[in-house]
């Protein structure tokens, strides 16, 4: 295989898209019997993890998982879909989409129970991070979310700088205090 198939120029949306159902069993959840947040956040990033691979055909590490909204409870029992696309591909980066629908297998209702936006990093086998094909976007929903996740990562690049400076004012001010006789 020559290295133009493994890493070309461009790929599409389509190629990204990425798919997994699970059952919720006991083990994933809680006294109530509603499947665990932190159970589906991990569902949340294999999936979107799925779509970044597809796309950079290299290692991923998620850097980063956008605040997630639990619309609804899911329960024991019922069949979790997740869904995932690439939205953007930056420079070494990418976004991803992540949606969630929670299906009970009774009465055969669908529901969306949560979305999410993550940000991989492909790296290579040393762990050097590596640039990322171009993303080629076909349908208008696509180009919508394409230009959405620019503003998204300024918002995530501002709000990174706040925590930073908030992080180095609160150890000023530790240090400060240690130093107190
Ligand atoms: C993510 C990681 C590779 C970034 O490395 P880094 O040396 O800080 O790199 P940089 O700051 O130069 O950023 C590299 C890219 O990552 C993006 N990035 C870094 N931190 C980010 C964050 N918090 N949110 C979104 N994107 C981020 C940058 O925008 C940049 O993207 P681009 O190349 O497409 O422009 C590194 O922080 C890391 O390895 N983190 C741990 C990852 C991990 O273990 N994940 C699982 C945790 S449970």
């Known amino acids: 295989m020559t290295s133009t198939e493994t890493n070309p120029i461009a790929r599409t949306v389509a190629s990204t898209q990425s798919e997994m159902t699970e059952i919720i069993l006991p083990n994933d ?7 665990l947040g932190g159970r589906l956040m991990h569902f949340i990033d294999v999936t979107g993890a799925m779509a970044a691979y597809r796309h950079s055909r290299a290692n991923v590490v998620t850097a980063a998982m956008d605040h997630i909204d639990f619309i609804r409870p899911v329960h024991l029992g019922d069949l979790v879909t997740l869904k995932s696309s690439v939205n953007r591909a930056f420079s070494t980066s990418m976004e991803v989409g992540v949606k969630v629908w929670a299906e009970n297998t009774r009465t055969g209702s669908v529901v969306h129970v949560a979305s999410a936006y993550l940000v991989f990093v492909a790296i290579d086998d040393q762990g050097r991070r590596l640039q990322v094909p171009q993303l080629i976007t076909d349908t208008p929903n696509e180009v919508r979310r394409h230009a959405d996740a620019l503003l998204r990562r300024e918002h995530r690049e501002a709000e990174s ?3 930073k400076e908030a992080r180095h004012a609160a150890t000023a001010q530790e240090d400060a205090a240690a130093l107190q006789p």
């Open 29 to 35: 959840t809680n006294t109530l019997g509603n499947l």
């Open 161 to 163: 700088a706040r925590r």
